[in-house]
Nanobody
Framework: QVQLVESGGGMAQAGGSLTLSCAAS????????MGWYRQTPGKQRELVAG???????MYADSVKGRFTISRDNAKKTVSLQMNSLKPEDTAIYYC???????????????WGQGTQVTVSS
């Protein structure tokens, strides 16, 4: 069993900052890509940022230059530093990881439970 647990959501004013963290635990052999997604009511979940095992990163155009994703392979964590927050960043943010539970298994995708981020104008 693999679990992803997020922390760090909350409220911020426009222009402010928040940091989200996600820790993976359980039966883990290795973790490939990790990422953060977000979702607002009535909309599909969208990719915000991703980071590979070798720390290559990618960002949605809407957050480039404002958000920074990072990971610690030894601690099995991924973080999202969010600066210059905008009201349109308000959403539930989900941590995501592609996990291999054994040497012979392929990667399976796991999700955290989500954490609310609310940005006021």
């Amino acid at each position: 069993q693999v679990q992803l647990v997020e922390s760090g959501g909350g409220m911020a004013q426009a222009g402010g900052s928040l940091t989200l963290s996600c820790a993976a635990s359980g039966s883990i052999f290795s973790i490939n890509d990790m990422g953060w997604y977000r979702q607002t009511p009535g909309k599909q979940r969208e990719l915000v940022a991703g980071v590979s095992r070798v720390h290559s990163t990618m960002y949605a155009d809407s957050v480039k230059g404002r958000f920074t994703i990072s990971r610690d392979n030894a601690k099995k964590t991924v973080s999202l530093q969010m600066n210059s927050l905008k009201p349109e960043d308000t959403a539930i943010y989900y941590c995501n990881a592609d996990v291999r539970v054994s040497r012979s298994s392929g990667p399976l995708t796991y999700w955290g439970q989500g954490t609310q981020v609310t940005v006021s104008s």
